[in-house]
């Protein structure tokens, strides 16, 4: 096993599939290695038709990820090496490769979501906190910038809400993130994993091929108008799909569906 291998955990269990960022010496920091693995599983479980969700946590309780590993940026500077700069370069941006996951996607935020952490947790579709998960975008006292949530945050929350969060760079509790609907639900850190198992599992106990359907349809028409949106051939057809006779026939029959995601 390689050492970016150790660094990300991934697990498939009934249907699920279970990353876990694996570096918490380092508060689950973003090196080079670990983004690049984070592609390939991410990549791997959306191509994986037995996986209908995904579940993104890090190892330890101190930081779901603190953002880039900023010891190895300054190496990098120091040696004269190309700086990691978003949307170019030969490797595609990790957090659009999530947010284009066709397939549900749960960050379980085990700690603080910081910066490029922060934006990882954006990038999935429902965020689940501890209550000690602040969340934030440093990168202005950084002299970073924030590229994906930049772009990202004020469609989200209200404008004025977002550039508040870019400019002061200040983070905030995942009490506050709730009321802008940042974060679906904050628990007890004891807590977090029973709860975002039984979230997760509430998800796959439905028809895989229409979770599908709602992901891409979602992401893709996000800023369409409704006419040109409407009309979007995206995703698996679930109307076609034997997975809809099943479900029909289940509720009329009082039981539960039996999926088989075709």
């Known amino acids: 096993m390689s050492a970016a291998d150790s660094e ?20 689950n920091a973003l ?7 984070l592609g390939e599983v991410f990549t791997d479980a959306a191509e994986d038709d037995e996986i209908w969700a995904l579940v993104v946590t890090g190892a330890g309780d101190r930081a779901f990820c603190a953002g880039a590993d900023l010891k190895e940026l300054n190496q990098i500077a120091q040696e004269g090496g190309r700086f990691p700069t978003p949307m170019t370069g030969t490797e595609r941006n990790l957090f659009e490769l999530v947010l284009e996951v066709g397939k549900p996607t749960i960050a379980s935020l ?12 954006l990038a999935c579709d429902i965020r689940i906190a501890a209550e000690h998960a602040m969340v934030g975008m440093p990168e202005a006292k950084r002299g970073m910038g924030a590229n994906f949530a930049s772009v990202l945050l004020p469609r989200l929350v209200p404008r004025s809400v977002a550039l508040g969060m870019l400019y002061l760079g200040e983070l905030m509790s995942p009490q506050e993130a709730v009321r802008w609907g940042l974060i679906t639900a904050v628990h007890p850190s004891e807590r977090l994993r029973d709860e975002t198992e039984a979230y997760v599992r509430r998800i796959v106990a439905n028809a895989p091929l229409t979770l599908r359907r709602y992901k891409e349809m979602a992401t893709k028409g996000w800023e369409l108008s409704v006419p040109a949106a409407l009309r979007l051939n995206v995703g698996p057809n679930p109307y076609l799909s034997s997975d809809r006779v099943e ?16």
């Open 8 to 27: 990300v955990l991934y697990e498939v269990r009934d249907r699920v599939a279970y990353i876990t960022l694996n570096r918490p010496e380092r508060r």
């Open 110 to 121: 085990n700690g603080p979501a910081v910066a490029g952490g922060f934006e990882l947790a």
């Open 247 to 262: 479900g029909v026939r289940a509720f009329v029959e009082k039981r539960p569906p039996r999926w088989t995601g075709k």
């Open 31 to 37: 090196s080079q290695a670990l983004t690049n693995r």
